[in-house]
Nanobody
Framework: QVQLVESGGGLVQAGGSLRLSCAVSKLTFSNYCMGWFRQAPGREREFVAAISASGMVTTHADSVKGRFTISRDNSKNTIYLQMNNLKPEDTANYYC????????????????????WGQGTQVTVSS
């Protein structure tokens, strides 16, 4: 059974940093593009960032561009989200997701484009 396990969330003051991790098992990690999404209470789950299977292509939502960076380590079956200059509006539950990417070029932005999801890790930014 495919597993995606997020970690690294927590409570941080505005302007601070966190690094989220998502460890993946039971699939050929290097064949899958990966994404980060977030969901705040009462709001839709929204796209944050995505990285292709090869790691050569990344995309970030405008709201986090210049502050957040997605990366992956295929030797560790893990992706990361480095979050700097955090703002209270970044408070949410953060989820990682995976989808097949044989050509190594996909960076999907829609929730429906991902087959596998983690359980989430909470990030809270205090003002």
């Amino acid at each position: 059974q495919v597993q995606l396990v997020e970690s690294g969330g927590g409570l941080v003051q505005a302007g601070g940093s966190l690094r989220l991790s998502c460890a993946v098992s039971k699939l050929t990690f290097s064949n899958y593009c990966m994404g980060w999404f977030r969901q705040a209470p009462g709001r839709e789950r929204e796209f944050v960032a995505a990285i292709s299977a090869s790691g050569m292509v990344t995309t970030h939502a405008d709201s986090v561009k210049g502050r957040f960076t997605i990366s992956r380590d295929n030797s560790k079956n893990t992706i990361y989200l480095q979050m700097n200059n955090l703002k209270p509006e970044d408070t949410a539950n953060y989820y990682c997701a995976a989808d097949l990417d044989i050509l190594g070029t996909r960076t999907p932005r829609l929730r429906t484009q991902y087959d596998y999801w983690g359980q989430g890790t909470q990030v809270t930014v205090s003002s």
